[in-house]
């Protein structure tokens, strides 16, 4: 089974709209952390915003917030205002204890989401 | 300036040969990691490593091997039992603590085998 499942291969907006991202993730663990990364075309990996699972209170960051809902194991993306800037792929990526125990934490990525805005 | 840096941008392999791609940070973060990046794969997990002479593979480690001798250099080496090699690169190193865990990203590696 996929650690990390975003189910929208390709979304598009309107310039100034918003526009929300889904993505579900799989794990038994109680400790994790999450992240959304943007990667445009000169395929650059960006952090958008993070989310650490003992946290209740959902992240924001000026434009983008999420959606974490803990027990649905669901950590939604959502663009406000959306600008043309914003067109690129976006990931959602899940950082968890790794099976190995140790100090290994396992970074594991979706396949991605490709966003279009559109002027 | 403090960064991870991928080395090269671009490279080419003739099939059956062996070829390391480079990774160095010097952001002083323990964890390193190896992904290959294909259209609608999204990015899959080759190796990662925690602590110097330790790594663990990913999900898709076949074909692939992995050296960690200091904690600054994290090379990958594409073997040529890696029967479709030709993808993009990217490696990343993160710090995980609260307020500051994260994972920083190279450039990338475009890797073509002719």
């Known amino acids: 089974a996929q650690t990390v499942t975003q189910s929208q291969p390709e979304m598009s907006v309107q310039e100034a709209e918003t526009v929300t991202l889904s993505c579900t993730y799989d794990t038994s663990e109680s400790n994790y952390y999450l992240f959304w990364y943007k990667q445009p075309p000169s395929r650059q990996m960006i952090l958008v915003i993070r989310q650490e699972a003992y946290k209740q209170q959902n992240a924001t960051e000026n434009r983008f917030s999420v959606n974490f809902q803990k027990a649905a194991k669901s950590f939604s993306l959502k663009i406000s205002d959306s600008q043309l800037g914003d067109t690129a792929m976006y990931f959602c990526a899940f950082m968890k204890p790794s099976a190995s125990g140790g100090s290994n934490y396992k970074l594991t990525f979706g396949k991605g989401t490709l966003l279009t805005v559109n002027p | 300036d403090g960064g991870i840096t991928q080395s090269p941008k671009y490279l080419f392999r003739k099939e059956g040969q062996n070829v390391t791609l480079s990774c160095e940070q010097n952001l002083n973060h323990d964890a390193m990691y190896w992904y290959r990046q294909d259209p609608g794969q999204g990015l899959r997990l080759i190796y990662y490593s925690q602590i110097v002479n330790d790594f663990q593979k990913g999900d898709i480690a076949e074909g692939y091997s992995v050296s960690r001798e200091k904690k600054e250099s994290f090379p990958l080496t594409v073997t040529s039992a890696q029967k479709n090699p030709t993808a993009f690169y990217l490696c990343?190193?993160?710090?995980?603590?609260?307020?500051?865990?994260?994972?920083?990203f190279g450039q990338g590696t475009r890797l073509t085998v002719v």
């Open positions: 990343a190193s993160s710090i995980r603590g609260e307020g500051s865990t994260e994972a920083f």
